[in-house]
């Protein structure tokens, strides 16, 4: 049965941790599925640590932007995260909100076709203050809408603070 759950927060707030513990909770051997874009060595580095991190009953997926590429029926899926999954596409329609909103919900819909619990990890970086930057505000409002989206659809939304999940939906 299909299940979609969004854990959203700030920077540094817990929620892949909280994710992580909850796919397991579901399944002995999860997916991770991994959205980032590798820009240099050092994050490379993060990356590799994450991977080792995780442990061996973890599947684990690099995939930028075409999440719908992977048959993952009857898997548990953390997608982590969406905020770096959006980046991917807007950075892609050179920072034009729509084009890349339009393009980021049509292959989330390719991909939550399939029956599987889907956990979303995303940042809530709408919180602050308005940037100064316009690039900035525009990736923001990108960000805002495809997370509403998401919550929408969603069974489940958990926002972390300080590393306590708080049930929103």
């Not at 959006?86 to 029956?115: H, P």
């Amino acid at each position: 049965m299909k299940r979609i759950i969004l854990i959203t927060g700030g920077a540094r707030s817990g929620k892949s941790s909280y994710a992580e513990k909850l796919a397991l909770s579901f399944s002995p051997n999860p997916v991770y599925l991994a959205t980032a874009h590798v820009w240099d060595d050092e994050f490379r580095q993060r990356v590799i640590r994450h991977q080792e991190a995780r442990g061996p009953e973890w599947t684990n997926i690099e995939e930028e932007k075409e999440l719908s590429r992977h048959n993952l029926t009857g898997r548990v899926i953390l997608i982590d995260c969406v905020t770096l999954w959006c980046t991917n596409y807007f950075f892609e329609s050179q920072g034009n909100v729509q084009q890349a909103l339009d393009a980021v919900k049509q292959e989330f819909k390719r991909f939550i076709d399939q029956d599987a619990t889907f956990i979303f990890v995303t940042n809530e970086i709408g919180m602050g203050g308005t940037s100064e930057n316009e690039l900035q505000r525009k990736f923001t409002d990108m960000q805002g809408w495809m997370n509403q989206h998401i919550a929408a659809r969603a069974d489940e939304v958990t926002l972390m603070v300080c590393g306590i999940p708080m049930k929103v939906k």
